[in-house]
């Protein structure tokens, strides 16, 4: 938490161009005249109030709050049109400015909780995809029906068998990764339709797409049926992930949007969980139809997002986008439990203007005030996927009965990976808005890292380079421990905030454009992983563990370096933090920092 008075002096030079001059000391106010002096107070009460126009430094008494608090930054903030007021907070021992960051207020409702717990139910059919994929392609009669070539390899018991390469067909990973092709080319329709009809309408029809492509796949007959059945998937799975992410994030209160959006990553998990699970049962079933019941279950997670979807309310940012200002005005007051939600819904009726008068977001998202969150929306989804998770879940029965374990065994080695995974996440929900998004990254990386270096050091004790050898019970277990501590490292870092994280930090007049970027370059990412897994497993054998393992070490350091925190900061007032962090302050413009605050006066006025 320290940070020394060079340091502190250096930080208000580099992002103000001047010393930090408050307003002249009132009540409540102590004044300080040497600025020695002001940094022990300001790290004692970790706020700090500043204007240009004063000859004072200055610091709010601890017994400031409330009413008398929050008048006391209005007066200063329109004093007049040059006067700035910052409120500078510590943060992981570092100054960061966030602007006169709002509480508005209200309540945690029953109603805005059930709403989001049904929204967050489209996390289903992407996690059961995830998992149910894996298991169907490890299974002997699915193979021997539609992968001939694979089924004969996997059951060459000569000895002589790159254990690596067994599994290595370009026409299996079409199976899996089509499905990812299909979700990226859909999020950028699914960007207009969010826009245009609003968050739930996009929910709804991606879950009669993806009701439609898993009748497809429990019915097929032949690869191309299979194929064209995760192409529908894949629509629904992109629309799902575009909308449902913005609309928890819209609906949740501030203090709880972090909690509240994990619920579309807890429904992935716990969808991954079902998924191995039936899986593990169907593979049991003598007729040798159990594939077909594990891709036809598919139609239960979108039976209950479509179904929920039609009596989900719109958030008020949609209403308010498409000029429903009287419903909007009502939800917010429904969501937040209270009459009293003006200063809000003032606030997100000046973030829609400006919204209306940015006519090609496609466009402007690549003006330099958007750098930040343009950087955010490709770079986080780039590196979650590049974390090496997703070959892990939806390649976890092949990975585990590539290394040894026997069908069923790696079936249920499967089950616990997913059973990790759903109690991480619960982690995770309960401590993102405590300790914030920055510390469960870092965290969770250097996790990450350690397991992977683990796993691909046994593998390549034991197997080497050419791939022949075998796992003893002992070391096998300690590969799905390794496996098992990685997956809650994930749950717990990258998995929930590598969504939450890109829908929370755009501004309205580019959100939607900003989540179809981020939807669309995760899902590429994951079509490319999909698609090459195999092969790079055959031909990087163990390696490949320590090229994921390089990644996380990059990327863990990128999230050091260039992620502010955005726990608890208001949507509409996240320009704030990007202005004063110390790489993309230089590119926002002072007025996206005040001009909302200035257009609610003259709206007051």
């Not at 245009?196 to 032949?222: D, E």
């Not at 799902?240 to 609906?251: F, I, K, R, T």
Request: with cysteine; aromatic share 14%.
């Amino acid at each position: 938490m320290g940070v020394g008075f060079k340091g502190a002096t250096k930080f208000f030079q580099r992002f103000f161009g001047w010393l930090p001059v408050p307003p002249p000391p009132g009540d409540g106010f102590i004044a300080y005249r040497n600025f020695k002096e002001l940094v022990p107070a300001m790290l004692k009460t970790n706020v700090l109030y500043c204007c240009p126009d004063s000859r004072y430094y200055c610091v709010p008494q601890l017994e400031v709050k409330g009413e008398m608090r929050d008048a006391l930054v209005k007066i200063f903030w329109f004093r007049s049109m040059d006067d700035r007021v910052y409120n500078i907070i510590m943060a992981e021992g570092n100054f960061v400015t966030q602007g006169e960051v709002k509480d508005y207020g209200g309540r945690v409702t029953l109603f805005v909780l059930v709403t989001c717990l049904v929204a967050a139910t489209g996390g289903l059919i992407f996690g059961y995809d995830l998992g149910i994929s894996g298991g169907v392609t490890s299974m002997d009669v699915f193979l021997k029906k539609f992968f001939p070539s694979v089924f004969h390899r996997m059951n060459n018991n000569t000895g002589h068998e790159n254990m690596y390469c067994k599994f290595d067909s370009q026409l299996l990973t079409s199976f899996t990764s089509s499905l990812y092709i299909a979700a990226l080319v859909a999020s950028f329709f699914a960007s207009a339709t969010t826009r245009v009809f609003g968050r739930k309408i996009s929910m709804l029809f991606g879950g009669a797409v993806f009701l439609i492509g898993s009748a497809l796949n429990g019915a097929a007959v032949n690869v191309e049926m299979l194929i064209i059945g995760r192409l529908l998937l894949g629509i629904g799975v992109g629309f799902a992930n575009q909308s449902v992410p913005l609309y928890l994030s819209e609906m949740a209160p501030a203090k709880l949007r972090g909690a509240l959006n994990m619920g579309f990553q807890l429904a992935i998990t716990i969808g991954i969980l079902v998924a191995n699970l039936v899986n593990y049962g169907t593979n049991k079933i003598k007729g040798g139809y159990g594939w077909r019941i594990s891709l036809a279950l598919a139609a239960v997670p979108a039976i209950i997002m479509t179904v929920g979807s039609l009596f989900l309310p719109d958030t008020p940012n949609s209403l308010i986008d498409r000029g429903h200002r009287e419903k909007a005005r009502m939800m917010l007051q429904r969501v937040r439990g209270t009459h009293d939600v003006d200063d809000e819904f003032q606030d997100l009726i000046v973030a829609s203007e400006a919204a209306m008068k940015v006519r090609h977001p496609w466009r402007n998202i690549m003006q330099p005030r958007y750098r930040p969150q343009l950087i955010m929306a490709i770079a986080i989804p780039f590196f979650q996927q590049l974390t090496g998770i997703n070959v892990v879940m939806f390649y976890a029965p092949v990975l585990f009965k590539t290394i040894g374990f026997g069908n069923d065994a790696a079936l249920m080695s499967a089950v616990i990976t997913g059973i990790v995974n759903v109690v991480a996440t619960f982690v995770s929900i309960a401590s993102v808005d405590k300790w914030g998004r920055r510390f469960l990254f870092l965290q969770g990386g250097i996790q990450m890292f350690i397991c992977q270096v683990l796993v691909g050091s046994i593998l390549g004790f034991h197997f080497g380079v050419a791939g022949v050898g075998s796992l003893s019970k002992g070391w096998a277990g300690l590969v799905l421990v390794c496996i098992c501590v990685y997956v809650a490292g994930f749950a717990w870092s990258w998995g929930p905030l590598g969504w939450l994280v890109p829908s929370e930090i755009f501004p309205l007049e580019i959100r939607s454009a900003g989540q179809a970027i981020n939807v669309s370059v995760n899902m590429f990412f994951t079509f490319i992983i999909a698609q090459l897994f195999l092969t790079l497993l055959c031909h990087f054998k163990f390696g490949l563990f320590f090229f994921f393992s390089g990644f996380v070490v990059i990327m863990t350091i990128f999230i050091y370096f260039f992620l502010p925190e955005t726990k608890n900061i208001p949507i509409e007032e996240m320009n704030c933090v990007w202005k004063g962090h110390w790489f993309w302050g230089k590119y926002i413009p002072d007025e996206a920092v005040i001009g909302m605050q200035l257009s609610y006066k003259k709206t007051e006025e």
